[in-house]
């Protein structure tokens, strides 16, 4: 069965703490994954899109690097606006556009 | 670019009455528009996809005559939910895709409160 997990569930660091986030899939045969921001009350934030092992895309404190088995979310030098819930989603070569989301983590940056 | 938005942002209703949800992508074709259901503290829960023109397909479990999904047009699809009840409350989000694209961009939420 194809699977997103995303660990840890949760994160605090200090400002100017870096860190990464995981994401593991168990999908074959990819078609792309993805990297929101949710903050609270709000809809999700596109970040990033993956489609193959090695690539790897940056915006600003963010990168977001793909291996055939996981994802990782580095986050370098947060600051506490970078507080929010980072999901992970993954679209499976099925015929529809639908994703399948990891349960995300609440990151928590403290001044 | 990719700006959806979603109308009402919160909305409070009587149990027993109807309640529509509009979402719109602002500045592109959305040829597959979804709707989610998000719990406190929980991931997105698929409701169901739908394409212009076409009926929408439900995730199993949802009913598909309490939870009406119109893709009326390449920018615009509502979601009424029909003679709500307080188990009903709940965030609802859509999102949509263009044509060609993989990604799907999302609105800003719906809150419901069914009194």
């Known amino acids: 069965e194809d699977q997103v997990t995303q660990s840890p569930e949760a994160l605090r660091l200090q400002e100017g703490e870096s860190s990464s986030l995981n994401c593991s899939y168990t999908?074959?045969?990819?078609?792309?994954l993805f990297w929101y921001r949710q903050d609270p009350g709000k809809g999700p934030e596109f970040l990033f899109t993956l489609y193959s092992a090695g690539e790897e895309k940056e915006k600003e404190r963010l990168k977001a690097t793909l291996t055939k088995k996981e994802s990782f979310l580095h986050i370098t030098a947060p600051k506490p606006e970078d507080s929010a819930t980072y999901l992970c989603a993954v679209h499976p070569p099925s015929g529809t556009y639908k994703y399948i989301f990891g349960t995300g983590t609440r990151l928590k940056v403290l001044a | 670019g990719a700006v959806v938005s979603q109308h009402p942002s919160w909305v409070i209703c009587k149990s027993g009455t109807s309640v529509k949800i509009e979402c719109r992508s602002l500045d592109f074709q959305a040829t597959t528009m979804f709707w989610y259901r998000q719990f406190p503290k929980q991931s997105l829960m698929l409701m169901a996809t739908s394409n212009e023109g076409s009926k929408a397909t439900y995730e199993q479990g949802v009913e598909k005559d309490k939870f009406l999904i119109n893709h009326a047009s390449l920018t615009l699809s509502t979601l009424t939910v029909t003679s709500a009840h307080p188990e009903d409350s709940s965030f609802y989000i859509c999102s949509a895709r263009g044509r060609g694209s993989n990604e799907q961009f999302f609105g800003p939420g719906t809150r419901l409160t069914v009194l």
């Open positions: 999908v074959s045969g990819l078609r792309g």
